[in-house]
């Protein structure tokens, strides 16, 4: 269940960061810069997470109507992905399993499972459904 907002302090970072529907790549980049920071704070506020979810919906939004991926695996995204952002096998691993399975995914012996694929998700910032 999620913590109740302090309408306060939401307010305060709103204003700070003043989300908007995207309409530039300048301003892709800016919230993306936000999730960023947002996403490895490691004591997230509930209107830090409030925000977070916010941003990655317009940051989504973006991504659908520019970036669609076309009929890719979600191993074929995740493969991207890691190249995209310099991850090697050992940085998920925790995130979608042990050593091992993170290999099996990264090599075509597993998919990815709904579970694997929502902490994908959370990790890269996207709707888990890319991955599946």
Request: proline share 3%; aromatic share 8%.
């Amino acid at each position: 269940m999620l913590a109740a907002l302090d309408p306060k302090s939401y307010s305060q970072l709103l204003a700070e960061v003043q989300p908007t529907v995207i309409q530039t790549e300048e301003e892709y980049d800016r919230l993306v810069d936000q999730i960023d920071q947002l996403f490895f704070r490691e004591d997230r506020s509930p209107e830090e997470t409030a925000l977070l979810d916010l941003l990655t919906l317009l940051v989504s939004s973006y991504d659908d109507q520019h970036y669609a991926i076309a009929d890719c695996s979600g191993r074929e995204v995740l493969l991207e992905l890691m190249e995209d952002n310099g991850l090697k096998q050992a940085d998920l691993v925790g995130v979608i399993g042990s050593k091992g399975i993170v290999s099996e995914v990264i090599n075509g012996k597993r998919d990815i499972s709904k579970k694997q694929a929502q902490r994908l998700g959370e990790f890269f910032g996207l709707p888990y459904t890319v991955f599946l």
